[in-house]
């Protein structure tokens, strides 16, 4: 199972990025959630949602700001990140769940792609 995150790159506070997330078929009636970490932190919760896009779950310092979507022909979940702030400069890691939906914890997620890194200035 592989998992390609992309998209990260350096905005401005208030700004917008998208990232995406390719996954193999094997993948494709897994959840997929959104992950992300600083140096010397751990790995924190974004988003996530299930395998046919019909259920989300956002941490609450993204929600209203952020919108994770699925497009299933692409096997790609997405990740829109608006009025971006300095404290979401992280690397952003995809992962794919155990089951048909993940949650919030990372031991949920079997299988992490490598990470893109977001930076966003003042």
């Known amino acids: 199972v592989q998992l390609q995150a992309s998209g990260g790159g350096l905005v401005q506070t208030g700004g917008s990025l998208r990232l995406s997330c390719a996954f193999g078929?094997?993948?494709?009636?897994?959840?997929i959630g959104w992950f992300r970490q600083t140096p010397g932190k751990e790995r924190e919760f974004v988003a996530t949602?299930?395998?046919?896009?019909?259920?989300?779950y956002y941490a609450e310092v993204v929600k209203g700001r952020f919108t994770i979507s699925r497009d299933r022909a692409k096997n790609t979940v997405y990740l829109q990140m608006n009025s971006l702030k300095v404290e979401d400069t992280a690397v952003y890691y995809c992962?794919?769940?155990?089951?048909?939906?993940?949650?919030?914890?990372?031991?949920?997620?079997?299988?992490w792609g490598q990470g893109t890194q977001v930076t966003v200035s003042s």
């Open positions: 949602i299930n395998w046919n896009g019909g259920a989300t």
């Open positions: 078929r094997t993948s494709s009636n897994n959840g």
């Open positions: 992962a794919a769940s155990r089951g048909a939906s993940g949650g919030s914890q990372v031991g949920q997620y079997n299988y």
